[in-house]
């Protein structure tokens, strides 16, 4: 392992002060490090943009001429251990066979995320703010290798290329791993040239996964899987209503079951540890827990929406204001009036969460998680444990899914974790284990919302005005991301996609409510987006129905000054067979959507019984991610996107009653299945501009292409998600 | 004394006989291949041969897995299941990969008794397999994937194993 400390390792973002001071102060340490260690300088700096390249930070290159990519990004399925070494693969001219990829030990100074100034992994960023720094980091790399064999050739370094991982120069030829020691002497150029794009070889090709093999043979990659002598499993019984905390408990015959080893309260409840996690959970289930609900949530959904909807009814706090919206529709011919309900939605990765923790002789821990927010996770653990930062090593390991739920701004459940370790103080390992129901009861949902719009047009046809109120929690007060995130008493999470929607609309008023609850919220697969993208666009295809327009055109008349929207539009729409008239029973919608800046088209099909039985039967998906890393994973980002906004819009919500969350598992939150899964068909726009992100930017559109779909075909509005078939029958 | 048969091996287990066969493969034997997603046969991660039928592992106890012949994710073997794996591996069907010990026990079970499946023998077998990265358009197409026409693929990296080790 590498062997990596540093001091750098505050909780709160590099701001651009700092980052000015970290630039003038920063000195890189010389060593090309091509074989086992990565020799830094204990100094407190962090990594911007604006550093020279960083081959020895991101690039192992090994004697046996394994070449392995440093991935600071946590790898939950969206392929970004696979793109980051596409990238250097691409800059050395490495055979793909030598290519190999390993996660980044926790060390913000290294290996934050340009986007945010903390490790982490969020905001579809990965390709995005890796894209320049390890190119010029693979440029950099090449260079020295280029050097190392002109001088050991005698040749001029002009004279040598490489070929699949083979640098050639005349009859000279040597494999990477021949170079290693001798380039790792060499300095680093300050200045590289990356590859001009003609010159690419993976970039934009079909690469092999990394992770296909040992996916599919069941080897141990994730934390799940993570197994050390005597490590004990924790289980640990959560409150029943958010908000609310252990009055007392009697773990008698808790520990009179066969393999457990101790109870222990927490401030966030009561664990159970046991030499295994069948004990475990068998000690829980005997855990008596006296419960204290007096600052607890105790509203049921119907209350919650119905509160939300009080609020919508009155101004907000603006969040975007363009001409006079209410002077506009009060002249308006037509008006289009609807209060949409989204529902708090549970992110429910195949892996629950989980990590395991161990106190080390020497003081320090040591973390074995799919790790998500590396800086903020140690932060927390070392605070609650009374360590520095650099005394918590944190070993990031494949995550089996998130959706955003392993990034927490608070690390919630490693923080449980380290009380429990804090509390227990024992040498032996614990793995805290989530179980489905824990997952689906424990809170850090999408937020729920009620969005009511009203938007009217005039005698001419034309939208006159638009007025948006949304209502729901924010995640980020509070949070190292409330300078960024919330502007002028605006959570910019809770707004997007909206407040920021791209129309040629001349009266525009987007209204925020900031709702409260103890109910942990969080952000799900594409943020705001999630909402705001079926709210935007089944108005718009609203109003243009109303307009007598086709709902394609108007769009492409309102986005006139927007070419990459009409792009993924016309792309879409001419895949798709747009306007082809289909049989009865049949539908055929469109929909359009920039997150992450990324844009995103979808045509999706439905049929639709007498009985209002529906069946999405395609989605055809246009998207324009800028220059495309690797297409087949873009491919399957926007399948798997497509599927994940499909099941939430179908069927999944996790609704309160009396303040207890009313899902358990899987039968009553019930995920897509192969049988509601559509045919799905990707294009991607070629392009030239620097990639974007893809890992969210395929969930907004599909909910309103599909709930726009539902009304061509049967001339009826689904507004809120969850759809409500039953509107289909009634009249 | 519990006695299982594991991939052809015999071990004699100390537990609980009401232990789920899951918890038993992972916490008794190492064989974490196996997944955890539910518990309570809703999702298919579990997914193992007894006797050669796909069952769910968290709703099997112990003692009714004795005697019996167990095989995991890391034990199946012969020419469906090398096939399958390829083609998965070929049409890059993982995401995540929580789900795909569980998905591909289950295409290994439906391709042994139904070499060309139709959609809804497809439909039958693996719709009881969770997948949240929704990568059910290649689940589906791995198991269209006729078998005579793929050969296990060239495998890269595969010796990858980020098992960290003391």
């Known amino acids: 392992m590498l062997d990596i400390k540093t001091s750098a390792s505050k909780i709160e973002p590099a701001s651009p002060a700092r980052r000015n001071f970290l630039k003038s102060s920063a000195v890189v340490s010389g060593a090309l490090v091509l074989a086992a260690y990565v020799p830094l300088i204990r100094k407190a700096y962090a990594l911007t943009a604006n550093d020279p390249p960083q081959p020895n930070v991101f690039i192992r290159i090994a004697p046996d001429n394994t070449v392995t990519v440093i991935v600071k990004h946590l790898d939950k399925g969206q392929g970004i251990a696979t793109g980051l070494t596409t990238i250097i693969a691409d800059e050395l001219d490495a055979d793909w066979s030598q290519m190999r990829s390993e996660f980044a030990p926790a060390n913000v100074a290294l290996y934050n995320n340009l986007a945010f100034g903390i490790q982490g992994t969020g905001g579809s960023s990965g390709i995005a703010n890796s894209w320049m720094q390890l190119r010029e980091a693979g440029a950099a790399a090449r260079a020295m290798l280029i050097e190392a064999a002109a001088q050991t050739w005698n040749v001029p370094a002009s004279s040598v290329h490489i070929e699949k991982g083979i640098l050639i120069s005349g009859d000279h030829r040597a494999p990477f791993g021949e170079m290693a020691v001798k380039a790792a002497a060499l300095p680093v150029p300050a200045h590289v040239t990356p590859k001009d794009p003609k010159d690419w070889i993976y970039i934009g090709k079909f690469v092999p996964r990394l992770d296909s093999y040992m996916k599919t043979t069941g080897k141990p990659v994730f934390a799940m899987d993570h197994q050390q002598p005597g490590m004990l499993t924790a289980l640990l019984q959560r409150p029943p209503r958010f908000g609310g905390t252990v009055k007392s408990f009697d773990a008698t015959q808790a520990k009179a079951i066969k393999g457990v080893v101790d109870v222990i309260q927490i401030p966030t409840g009561v664990a159970v540890l046991a030499a295994d996690t069948w004990s475990a959970m068998k000690g829980r289930k005997a855990l008596k827990v006296e419960w204290d609900d007096q600052k607890a949530e105790t509203r049921s959904s119907a209350q919650i929406y119905a509160d939300y909807s009080k609020l919508a009814a009155t101004p907000g706090t603006p969040a975007k204001t363009k001409g006079d919206a209410a002077k506009a529709l009060a002249g308006a011919v037509k008006i289009i009036e609807a209060e949409y309900r989204f529902p708090y939605l549970a992110h429910a990765p195949m892996e629950p969460l989980n990590a395991t923790m161990q106190l080390k002789p020497d003081g320090s821990a040591e973390i074995w998680a799919g790790s998500q927010f590396q800086t903020i996770e140690q932060a927390t653990a070392a605070k609650i444990l009374g360590l520095k930062p650099e005394q918590v090593a944190i070993n990031t390991l494949w995550a089996g899914g998130s959706f955003g739920r392993r990034a927490t701004p608070s690390a919630d459940y490693i923080a449980e974790l380290a009380m429990i370790v804090k509390t227990a103080n024992r040498k032996e390992p614990i793995h805290l284990v989530w179980t489905r129901e824990d997952d689906l009861s424990g809170g850090y949902y999408r937020p729920a919302t009620v969005h009511r719009i009203r938007a009217g047009l005039d005698a001419k046809g034309n939208i006159a005005g638009w007025e948006s109120r949304i209502v729901n929690q924010s995640f980020m007060y509070g949070t190292p991301f409330e300078p960024f995130m919330v502007k002028n008493d605006v959570d910019a999470t809770a707004v997007e996609g909206a407040a920021d929607m791209p129309y040629a609309i001349d009266n525009l008023s987007v209204e925020w409510h900031r709702a409260q609850s103890p109910v942990t919220t969080l952000w799900w697969r594409s943020v705001g987006h999630s909402h705001t993208a079926q709210a935007v666009e089944t108005m718009i295809d609203a109003l243009a129905v109303a307009a007598n327009k086709d709902p394609l055109a108007l769009r492409l008349e309102l986005l006139k000054d927007e070419p990459r929207y009409i792009a993924v539009l016309k792309l879409a729409a001419e895949k798709a067979g747009y306007g082809e008239k289909l049989p009865a029973g049949q539908g055929r919608g469109i929909a359009v959507h920039e997150s992450f800046k990324t844009y995103v088209a979808m045509v999706a099909d439905v049929s639709v019984s007498k009985d209002g039985a529906v069946k999405v039967d395609r989605i055809v998906a246009a998207v324009d991610c800028g220059i495309p890393v690797n297409p087949d994973v873009i491919k399957a980002q926007i399948e798997g996107g497509a599927g994940y906004a499909l099941g939430a819009a179908l069927r999944n919500q996790i609704t309160l009653k009396d303040g207890i969350v009313e899902q358990a598992n899987f039968d009553t939150y019930e995920p897509l299945r192969l049988t509601d899964m559509p045919k799905v068909e990707v294009y991607i726009v070629p392009s030239t501009e620097d990639p974007t992100g893809i890992g969210e930017p395929g969930v907004p559109p599909v909910a309103p292409a599909v709930s726009n779909a539902i009304f061509a075909a049967t001339g009826k509005r689904l507004w809120s998600l969850p759809w409500d078939f039953g509107e289909l029958r009634r009249a | ?166």
């Open chain 2, 1 to 166: 004394m519990i006695n299982l048969s594991i991939n052809g091996v015999s071990h004699a287990v100390d537990i609980d006989p009401e232990m789920p066969l899951l918890w038993a493969l992972r916490d008794h034997l190492g064989l974490t291949g196996t997944k955890f997603g539910c518990g309570a046969a809703l999702c298919g991660a579990c997914t193992v041969h007894l006797d050669g039928e796909p069952v769910r592992s968290c709703q099997i106890q112990v003692r009714d897995a004795q005697d019996r012949d167990v095989t995991t994710i890391e034990g199946v073997d012969g020419k469906v299941a090398k096939v399958v794996q390829a083609v998965w591996q070929k049409l890059q069907v993982v995401q995540c990969g929580f789900c795909q010990s569980g998905q591909i026990m289950s295409a290994i079970g439906l391709l042994s008794q139904i070499p060309k499946p139709a959609d809804e023998d497809i439909d039958r077998a693996m719709d009881g397999n969770v997948c949240r990265c929704a990568t059910y358009v290649r689940i589906r197409a791995g198991c269209m994937k006729p078998p005579k026409n793929s050969r296990e693929g060239k495998s890269y990296a595969g010796h990858q194993d980020l098992r960290v080790k003391d």
